[in-house]
């Protein structure tokens, strides 16, 4: 990665119980060799994956039509049930720009990415971020709504027309949302309580859109396999709510109903100074490394 340009593309499957599958799905990275792949995130009860990888957006955009075919090849969505939200077998697909590279950069490969991906894939897409097309598509929450679900049914309203690809629904591999952002930060908080109705109601007062704290999102999601609630969150932009803050405000939320916290994890990767002021031990943060800052993976680091 000779070239300052560089993009991260973040691709979220809606599977995450089959290691195997997922690793195939990854590994079709490999003929891209100026790719660097940084993380493969499973999740089995959220029945769903986040793999991370990086390079110059001409490679980051075939490198990511490799694995989103690949993906489609062995994901059914009339199978999937899960706990977080979804439209698609390739559920969201976003380009952050990094580097040298400008947002302009990011929305070019994520328009160009998701033409392609539409036309030759036969799966309907909408653009979301910075490569929204319509204001109102901006909030990968609004073209979530309803989930894979009530997708047909609402592929029928001319307003909820796709932006590329097949305007029919289908079936099999859903709809993928294709997006440009700055970097965010996936972060959830394990309660040491299986209340999910407790969980529900913490992200629900915790979250911008009900009145807590500003860019972040959250929802509450059962944790089967280990019969435990999850605070799921979304910081949308850390440099305005911080890990800190987020972990705290779950915390002192919990506590109110005397309910502690089991432990904090990352899904993917994060820029350093969203951990500006506390340490991993303090938040409780599981299974994290160096190897987990943004920086860590960039030329010069």
């Known amino acids: 990665m000779t070239n300052s340009l560089i993009l991260e593309c973040i691709p979220n499957f809606s599977e995450g119980r089959d290691r195997r599958c997922m690793e195939s799905v990854a590994s079709a990275l490999d003929a891209f060799p100026g790719l660097k792949r940084l993380d493969l995130c499973m999740d089995r009860d959220h029945h769903r994956s986040v793999l991370t990888f990086l390079g110059e957006p001409e490679a980051v955009v075939q490198g990511a039509l490799a694995v989103c075919k690949r993906a489609l090849e062995r994901i059914d969505m009339r199978d999937h049930r899960g706990g977080h939200p979804r439209i698609g077998a390739v559920d969201v697909i976003p380009f952050v720009p990094l580097g040298g590279a400008g947002m302009d950069d990011a929305v070019e490969a994520a328009r160009r990415f998701g033409k392609a991906f539409g036309k030759e894939c036969g799966v309907p897409v909408f653009f979301y971020g910075e490569a929204a097309l319509r204001p109102e598509r901006r909030q990968l929450p609004q073209l979530r709504r309803g989930g894979y679900e009530g997708l047909r049914e609402r592929m029928k309203d001319p307003a909820w027309r796709p932006d590329a690809g097949p305007v029919s629904f289908n079936e099999r591999s859903g709809a993928s949302a294709v997006g440009a952002r700055m970097p965010l930060v996936a972060f959830n908080v394990n309660l040491d309580s299986n209340d999910m109705h407790l969980a529900r109601r913490i992200a629900g ?56 916290i089991l432990e904090s994890e990352l899904i993917g990767l994060a820029p350093r100074g969203a951990f500006t002021g506390v340490s991993p031990e303090a938040i409780k943060l599981r299974n994290f490394s160096e190897k987990h800052f943004l920086e860590s993976h960039l030329p010069g680091s």
Not at 226 to 243: E, K
Request: net charge positive.
């Open 205 to 260: 007062s915790i979250r911008e859109s009900g009145g807590g704290l500003p860019a972040l999102r959250a929802i509450g999601v059962f944790l089967k396999s280990r019969d435990i609630a999850q605070v799921s969150m979304n910081l949308t932009d850390w440099r305005v709510t911080p890990v800190r803050a987020a972990f705290e405000a779950v915390e002192a939320a919990a506590s109110s109903h005397g309910v502690g």
